[in-house]
């Protein structure tokens, strides 16, 4: 399913349980994903849903509680690192994820991450030293080494999130600069977008 370029906002419960459901590819037009929109609560094992492509927009910074709780056909997910704040159960049982990239965070509610007990590897848009003070370490591990700064890989382990195992942390500092380049790139043509529009509202009144 793709949803139509120009939508801004996607309701509560807009997927839940919606168990034939296999891919979803959000334009960069969405801002906000309501609560539960793809929680799988009630389908489990059923659920279909191995590709989300979240949309890449700047004021898209939140994953609401439940957003993937229980979708089990996961396997990898991507979110933007315009995201930055976590409700209880964003991820919760997703029992096929193997990879989970995500960004630099700022608030994790209680029990943000739980039960991704497959997870082998994190990709964290951001340098270890962040990693180390971020509150997602809590939930994924972190570690004592001493890093290879060739690779940007450390195994990281203790997170609640993968019953303290030990996993993949692969970190890009080179990578946060193009980031904040594409998220002011996209800001600013989002900006144009909007006074095109009132320009051509004002016109029409005119008119």
Not at 52 to 59: D, Y
Not at 88 to 116: H, I, P, Q, R
Not at 179 to 198: A, G, S
Request: glycine content about 4%; charged content about 20%; proline content about 4%.
């Amino acid at each position: 399913m793709v949803i139509k370029d120009g939508v801004n906002i996607i309701p509560a419960n807009c997927f839940k349980n919606a168990k034939e459901l296999t891919e979803i590819i959000f334009p960069d037009s969405v801002i906000s994903i309501g609560r539960d929109a793809f929680n799988m609560n009630e389908t489990q094992s059923m659920s279909k849903l191995t590709t989300i492509r979240l949309p890449r927009n700047p004021r898209f910074t939140t994953i609401e509680p439940n957003t993937f709780f229980r979708a089990k056909a996961l396997d990898n997910l991507v979110i933007p690192p315009s995201v930055k704040t976590y409700g209880t159960w964003s991820l919760y049982e997703n029992d096929s994820l193997k990879t989970l990239t995500l960004g630099v965070s700022t608030s994790c509610a209680d029990n943000s991450f739980m039960k991704l007990n497959n997870l082998t590897t994190v990709n964290y848009y951001g340098t270890l030293e962040q990693w180390k003070s971020d509150q997602l370490s809590t939930y994924f591990g972190t570690t004592s080494e001493t890093p290879d700064s060739s690779i940007n890989t450390v195994t990281i382990s203790g997170g609640s999130a993968v019953s303290s195992k030990q996993i993949t942390l692969n970190y890009n500092e080179e990578y946060i600069d193009d980031i904040q380049d594409d998220l002011l790139k996209l800001e600013i043509e989002l900006f144009i977008e909007k006074m095109c529009e009132l320009i051509t509202a004002y016109h029409n009144q005119i008119d």
